[in-house]
């Protein structure tokens, strides 16, 4: 069954797979109904296609001339790479989990773009962005390898003329060795440093008492706070699961006078009087670079990931700090919602519980 569109004379159908194909409809002199298939989505034809194609045959049909031929002229719409995104998911059947880095660290940067003029420097700008929004060098390797997997399986697939633009550049180093974490001196002196904006002062208190990802304190809502358990519902958009975070009194005390204001479904890190809106990370990382960069990073080079202080930065500093008090390690992994315990070991070093006591009183 052929859908209207709110075109004029332009209708689709639906195929098994969920294509849709494009028609369009005119009545010539004798006025007697004609059909013409324009071409399928996933083949680059839109509904602007079929209305421009429509309009020239009527207009061409006006000077004695029929032209239901001329889809054979194939005038391709532009394909996104959002289009290439969305039929490699569907062919592979893709994990919610690629899905959603899709989402985070791509769409917004190259999705609307022509296939045709991406290039190797916007993979480049992409990578650069997701870097300075201090993330891993980890997650930028998986951003770029999704990029060139789908693009690859289009040129293998489906023939797509195209040159990968993904080849040539250089995976980052993945370093766990050593992860910078803040000092309760310098905890100290960030919370002194932005105290004045309430905002970016409760990103932070969630941050350092939850461990949470970026993505994860932005998806924090109301209905996620249980204030007389004192435990929050914090969601792992990487592995699309929530787990359960913990909150300190002081804490408690200021949602419990800021959430009067919020609905149950209201975000905690939103704008005064869009609270049903969620913040991208641009809209924290901006406010709050600038004091980092200040504070701790004068005079490390923007490449250094392993020294410089960035939002990501929190999460080592809950762990890190929770090793320090003696936390066992496998309490540590739950708290940071790891897949495996391989992720958590890097804080083991941290802890007092070192094995020195321990030998000292061998035997005794």
């Not at 592979?92 to 290039?119: F, Q, V």
Request: glycine fraction near 4%.
């Amino acid at each position: 069954m052929r859908i209207k569109t709110s075109k004029t004379g332009v209708y689709y159908t639906v195929a098994k797979d969920g294509d849709k194909i494009f028609y369009f409809s005119y009545k010539d002199q004798e006025n007697k109904k004609h059909w013409v298939k324009v071409g399928s989505y996933k083949d680059g034809f839109r509904i602007a296609n079929a209305v421009e194609l429509r309009n020239e045959q009527i207009a061409k049909m006006k000077h004695g001339k029929d032209i239901r031929a001329v889809t054979q002229k194939k005038k391709k719409a532009i394909v996104t790479f959002s289009d290439l995104a969305q039929k490699y998911f569907l062919d592979k059947n893709s994990t919610k989990n690629r899905m959603s880095r899709y989402n985070i660290h791509i769409k917004d940067m190259i999705g609307n773009k022509d296939i045709n003029k991406i290039e190797r420097r916007d993979i480049e700008k992409l990578l650069d962005e997701i870097e300075a929004k201090g993330l891993s060098n980890q997650t930028i390797n998986a951003t770029k390898e999704l990029i060139s997997t789908i693009f690859n399986h289009h040129i293998k697939n489906y023939q797509l003329k195209i040159i990968n633009p993904c080849i040539g550049i250089s995976k980052r180093k993945v370093d766990n060795a050593r992860e910078r974490y803040l000092t309760l001196e310098e905890i100290e002196q960030l919370k002194e440093t932005i105290r004045d904006d309430f905002l970016i002062s409760l990103f932070v208190d969630l941050a350092l008492q939850t461990g949470g990802r970026f993505e994860t304190i932005l998806t924090i809502q109301k209905k996620d706070v249980n204030l007389q358990q004192k435990t929050v519902t914090l969601k792992n958009h990487k592995a699309d699961k929530t787990y359960t975070g913990f909150l300190q009194d002081e804490l408690l005390e200021t949602l419990r006078e800021y959430m009067k204001q919020l609905n149950i479904n209201d975000y905690l890190i939103s704008f005064e009087g869009k609270h049903s809106e969620k913040l991208t990370q641009r809209n924290i990382q901006h406010r709050i670079k600038p004091a980092l960069d200040k504070l701790f990073n004068q005079g490390l080079d923007t490449k250094d990931a392993k020294n410089r202080v960035v939002i990501h930065t929190f999460r080592h500093t809950f762990a890190s700090h929770l090793a320090i008090k003696g936390v066992p390690i496998f309490t540590i992994k739950e708290l940071m919602n790891h897949a495996k315990i391989d992720q958590t070991l890097r804080y083991a070093k941290l802890s007092p519980q070192n094995g020195k006591d321990a030998v000292q009183g061998l035997y005794k």
